[in-house]
């Protein structure tokens, strides 16, 4: 059973604007959260975390929002930039050793 | 260079010969990790390792076997593949769990296997 879920496959978003990229989990017990970037042919790239104390952490233009009662986390990304097209995963973990991955959502920005 | 080496980067097999993917970090890792991507699945953890001699099942560990004897070296050996064990393959390391969980792992570039 999925305990990460990114219910969005694909995105399209226009060059220059937000780029919104959705996660939720089913699992109370998570308390560190991540969120990766994928290009083709290469391994994923960490790209920023969050921890259940907090609910907002940011890197230059990507910022990750942690819903902690809804069980949701997004990724914004502003401005995109077509550099960003790439697959992005969110992932989980709680008090095991485990990390758990969504099925990834594909971004596309245009030029 | 920093860096998680997987070889091979590509390989087709037979079902039922025995097969070795290696995986290697020059970063003096103690948590490693090896996951695979199938499409509608996002990446599964196969087993982990938190340091040398001491590793885990992950999500989905059946068909697959693991060793730490070292802590740069952590292979992913297929006793007797069959074709459900064809995917996108993973290895990963972090300087400690804490670290993956702060800074996220370091990925190599992946193995893709296929299993006729």
């Known amino acids: 059973d999925q305990q990460v879920k990114q219910n969005s496959p694909s995105l399209s978003v226009q060059e220059g604007r937000i780029s919104i990229l959705n996660c939720d989990y089913t699992?109370?017990?998570?308390?560190?959260f991540l969120w990766y970037k994928k290009y083709p042919a290469e391994g994923p790239t960490f790209l920023i975390s969050?921890?259940?104390?907090?609910d907002k952490n940011e890197d230059g233009r990507f910022t990750v929002f942690l819903n902690k009662s809804a069980k949701h986390l997004s990724l914004h990304i502003v401005p995109s930039q077509p550099g960003d097209s790439a697959v992005y995963f969110c992932a989980a973990s709680g008090t095991g050793n485990q990390f758990y991955f969504g099925t990834g959502t594909s971004l596309t920005v245009i030029p | 260079e920093a860096q998680v080496t997987q070889n091979p980067r590509y390989l087709i097999t037979v079902t039922g010969k025995k097969l070795t993917v290696t995986c290697s970090q020059n970063?003096?890792?103690?948590?490693m990790s090896w996951y695979r991507q199938d499409p509608g699945l996002g990446l599964r953890q196969i087993y982990y390792?938190?340091?040398?001699?001491?590793?885990d099942k992950g999500d989905v560990p059946e068909g697959y076997k693991v060793s730490r004897k070292e802590k740069r070296n952590f292979p992913l050996i297929l006793e007797s593949p069959s074709p459900n064990q064809t995917s996108l393959y993973f290895c990963?390391?972090?300087?400690?769990?804490?670290?993956?969980?702060?800074?996220?792992?370091?990925f190599g570039s992946g193995t893709r296997l296929t299993v006729v």
């Open positions: 970063m003096n890792h103690e948590y």
């Open positions: 969050i921890s259940s104390i907090k």
């Open positions: 699992n109370s017990m998570f308390d560190y």
């Open positions: 990963a390391s972090s300087l400690s769990l804490w670290g993956a969980l702060g800074y996220g792992y370091t």
């Open positions: 390792s938190m340091n040398v001699e001491v590793t």
